[in-house]
């Protein structure tokens, strides 16, 4: 496949692994942020990160994530690239299209297999169409145009960006794609001293409920502490996969990343994670795994083995403000869903997806949902903010 512009042909190749292409040229696209030796943005559209997911299998095989990473290449230069996925199902995806599935079926069409681009498992916002600097829009639109042209060759039902950036979703809309709003709960670092610089901004009895949790939590009977870098050792991923498989049991039937996955984030990942445990007794008990980008801690995974009172939240909500108050980062994205983190200062914000739906009597009705969901997430975005824990005196710098 190729896209003509002005003085440039674009060729775009599909690889079914990330062995296919040098980490150094995908990563030029999915992190060029990183040639001053910071951090990336976010860590999960990185070579190491998705060649992980792809290397444990969690990927790949019978997981019904099958890679088919788009590649667009001038001169034999990869200029920008997208992690997509044939799909078999919509399981870890969280951005549900189940209903979608099920109205297409019912009118006698197939929904299934379809194309995501998307990081596997991983509601975090982030780009989803990796460019090099100066290559961003011509990048953008031959990605957009290799998949709709990938999924149309093949007669599939539709491809779908998930967690895109707002840039992205206003640009793909121009494109012709589907845009979709939906909303997460994320903590906003307003340049805090420290955590009680933060409690202050909060309603009284908001404060007072949070400091009782810690409170409670820290008196659990052990210690907790937050583990980074080569402090993260074997041991701790014996434990957190323990908690990791009770979790994803009870949640999604069977846990979407495979115990590899954490055997070789002991190797290529741990800078950029930050790990909290629970031990009691010289046992783990609970622990809670973030992922530290350039200026946004994401909050991924909790589990346990013993249950305590408010150990959940300290773990997850309140180590996580700790940490990007002490290394200044912007935001804590603490994952899909849980109207439970507005009461400990987890705001909720518009997260943004892009769909492109081959029939064009069912893309019609799916616009129109779209446009009355979009309604309705900017009216529930607006009321759950103003009924957020913060002082009256501090509510307008949170709208």
Known sequence: ???QSPDQTIAITVLTSLSQIPAAAWDACACPETADGGRPHDPFTTHRFL???????SVGGRSGWDPRYLIAEIGGETIACAPLYGKSHSQGEYIFDHNWAHALENAGGRYYPKLQIAVPFTPATGRRFLTRPGFESIGMSALVQGMVQLGADNGLSSAHVTFCTEAEAIAGEKMGLLRRATQ?????????ADFDAFLATLSSRKRKAIRKERRVAQGFGGTIRMLRGDDIRPEHWDAFWTFYQDTGARKWGTPYLRR???EIAQETLRDDIALVMAEREGDYVAGALNFIGRDTLYGRYWGCIEDHPCLHFEA???QAIDLAIEMGLAQVEAGAQGEHKLARG???VQTHSLHWIADTGFADAVARYLEAERAAVDEDIEILTAFGPFRKANREEHQ
């Open 346 to 348: 987890y705001l909720p």
């Open 316 to 318: 997850c909500y309140y």
């Open 1 to 3: 496949m190729t896209d």
């Open 51 to 57: 060649s992980a997911l792809e290397e444990s299998g």
């Open 184 to 192: 997460q709960f994320h903590w906003i670092n307003r340049a805090y």
């Open 260 to 262: 590899a996955f954490f």
